[in-house]
């Protein structure tokens, strides 16, 4: 089983400023399968990153994904107050699949 | 747009059952995997199982073998889960999600979760 360590756990920022997550396996990720989420209070997760730099539809370029093998990051150019959330990176390329335990961004 | 509406949360006791359903509409259903993701209170995201398109291949958590079946009925665009022998520890708002591709890929679009209680 893949291991996927986020960090921080926290990360305390301003709007306008910039956010970096980190996501860490425990193993390489198959073909980069790796995918990035956002969860907002009360509401379900949303696709925002796939195939570690794939913007999924909608999403704004604002937020970009990069890495490969084991170590993956997800940055938020300038923090607009709807991304302050939870953010779970998800590795897809073996089973069974894995999350990792999520990095708050807070203001 | 594509739309899942899960429904058959509630509260049970430990060593009961509940069936869980998901409604998907906006695409074709039987061309995607589909899932099922968990989230206890609390905590982090939990995959549960998953089903391909045709339904021909099914994969399961550990936690989810010998207890939970995944099923779909691709004339009605429904999947199922089938959760048996519940314990304390599976409680927790349960998500249907859709998969990119027909045997798998990423989580693409959640539905909005339904609330299973395991307590006595």
């Known amino acids: 089983e893949i291991v996927l360590t986020q960090s921080p756990d926290t990360l305390s920022l301003s709007p306008g400023e910039r956010a970096t997550l980190s996501c860490r396996a425990s193993?390489?990720?198959?073909?980069?399968?790796l995918a990035w989420y956002q969860e907002e209070p009360g509401q379900a997760p949303r696709l925002l990153i796939y195939?570690?730099?794939s913007r999924a539809t909608g999403i704004p370029d604002r937020f970009s994904g990069s890495g490969s093998g084991t170590d993956f990051s997800l940055t938020i150019s300038r923090l607009e107050p709807e991304d302050f959330a939870v953010y779970y990176c998800?590795?897809?390329?073996?089973?069974?699949?894995?999350f990792g335990g999520g990095t708050k961004v807070e203001i | 747009e594509v739309q899942l509406l899960e429904s058959g949360g509630g509260l049970v006791q430990p060593g009961g059952s509940l069936r869980l359903s998901c409604a998907a509409s906006?695409?074709?259903?039987?061309?995607?995997?589909m899932s099922w993701v968990r989230q206890a209170p609390g905590r982090g995201l939990e995959w549960v199982s998953s089903?391909?398109?045709?339904?021909?291949?099914?994969y399961n958590a550990d936690s989810a073998k010998g207890r939970f079946t995944i099923s779909r009925d691709n004339s009605r665009n429904t999947l199922y889960l089938q959760m048996d022998s519940l314990r304390v520890e599976d409680t927790a708002v349960f998500y249907c999600a859709k998969r990119s591709n027909w045997n798998g890929g990423c989580f693409d679009w959640w539905g909005q979760g339904t609330l299973v209680t395991v307590s006595s």
């Open positions: 089903i391909s398109g045709s339904g021909g291949t099914t």
């Open positions: 193993q390489s990720v198959s073909g980069n399968y």
């Open positions: 906006g695409f074709t259903f039987s061309s995607f995997a």
């Open positions: 195939d570690a730099s």
């Open positions: 998800q590795q897809y390329g073996s089973s069974p699949l894995t």
